[in-house]
């Protein structure tokens, strides 16, 4: 079936550096979402992207649509405390209407 | 507050037994969608409701049923519970059937079979 490959699976970094995480697919989606999930809670809706090639910031984040409408990337700059948290990509298939989840990337971020 | 609210938040029973997960939509929204997250599975979708109807169904057990009512609120039935099925249990919702502003996820129902 569909499914999305997300990486990196973790990473440990230090406060004020930049994170750079990426989803890929055999499949092509006609939207692309990315969420954060805190412990505890539900995933919130980070950034929407909804056309091919789209570029679109919230803040210090910054996610791209890719051209193929096979990937898409999740920039976080000058990364703080508080960006601790489970990144999740999802993919609105084009042919199924369905969304898929991508298996999520653990941020831990040191002070 | 995200506005989904999900109850109960915890649960916790025993093999075989059957349980009813509880989600009331954000106000105006007309699609509700379950999902399931394991440890080792991620976000799994299970099935979504339009208005009252089954719009599309995931990867949903056939010991595991749906219904959205008039009102909008939506429960999850999982029944013959096995241990495989501690899980945290999402429900989202969102204005439309097309996902044109993405989904809100509520907090959550954790749920422990022992």
């Known amino acids: 079936g569909q499914q999305l490959n997300q990486s990196p699976q973790s990473m440990f970094i230090q406060e004020g550096e930049d994170v750079s995480m990426n989803c890929t697919s055999s499949s092509i989606f006609n939207t692309w979402l990315w969420y954060k999930q805190d412990p505890g809670e539900g995933p919130v809706l980070l950034i929407a992207?909804?056309?091919?090639?789209e570029l679109t910031s919230n803040g210090r984040l910054t996610a791209q649509f890719g051209i193929t409408r096979k990937d898409s990337f999740l920039n976080i700059s000058a990364s703080i405390p508080s960006d601790v948290g489970i990144y999740f990509c999802a993919g609105l298939a084009s042919n199924t209407g369905k969304l898929i989840f991508g298996q999520g990337t653990t941020l831990q971020v040191k002070p | 507050d995200s506005g989904v609210t999900q109850t109960p938040k915890h649960l916790i029973t025993a093999t075989g037994q059957r349980v009813t997960l509880r989600c009331s939509p954000r106000s105006g929204d007309l699609s509700v969608y379950w999902y399931q997250q394991s440890l080792d599975q991620g976000l799994q979708f299970l099935i979504q409701?339009?208005?009252?109807?089954?719009?599309a169904k995931g990867n949903i057990l056939e010991r595991f049923s749906a219904q959205q009512f008039p009102d909008l609120h939506s429960e999850l039935n999982l029944s013959s519970l096995e241990l495989g099925d501690s899980a945290l249990y999402f429900c989202?919702?969102?204005?439309?059937?097309?996902?044109?502003?993405?989904?809100?996820f509520g907090s959550g129902t954790r749920l422990t079979v022992v």
């Open positions: 989202a919702s969102s204005k439309d059937s097309h996902l044109n502003y993405g989904y809100t």
């Open positions: 992207l909804y056309k091919a090639g």
């Open positions: 409701y339009y208005n009252g109807e089954e719009r």
